[in-house]
């Protein structure tokens, strides 16, 4: 079983930078694929980008693509999303997933294992 902690996030302002991070217990996390979804105020979860096991393999989504970076330290057992230009419409809560499949998983029901979320608040 893995556990998910969520760090980074908050309020910035539209072009800026921010970088989130989720950290994973256990000793197996290199062997999980991991994602980062989000949700905005009425809509549902939505993908955001997503990294094989290995890291050798991404996924974004269009709205993101080009300016997020998904990465992973196995060695910190951590995967982190650096988002850059950020637009208002990046408001959302942000959660980071762990899944057994070995591909950069784009579905949500494709995840076993959930982060506790993140705000973040981009300003006009």
């Known amino acids: 079983q893995v556990q998910l902690v969520q760090s980074g996030g908050g309020l910035v302002q539209a072009g800026d930078s921010l970088r989130l991070s989720c950290a994973a217990s256990?000793?197996?996390?290199?062997?999980?694929?991991m994602g980062w979804f989000r949700q905005a105020p009425g809509k549902e979860r939505e993908f955001v980008a997503a990294?094989?096991?290995?890291?050798?393999?991404?996924n974004y989504a269009d709205s993101v693509k080009g300016r997020s970076t998904i990465s992973r330290d196995n060695a910190k057992n951590t995967v982190y999303l650096q988002m850059n230009s950020l637009e208002p419409e990046d408001t959302a809560v942000y959660y980071c997933?762990?899944?057994?499949?070995?591909?950069?998983?784009?579905?949500?029901?494709?995840?076993?294992?959930w982060g506790q979320g993140t705000q973040v608040t981009v300003s006009s």
């Open positions: 997933g762990g899944t057994t499949w070995d591909y950069a998983a784009t579905r949500e029901n494709e995840y076993d294992y």
């Open positions: 256990g000793r197996t996390f290199s062997r999980y694929s």
């Open positions: 990294i094989s096991w290995s890291g050798s393999s991404t």
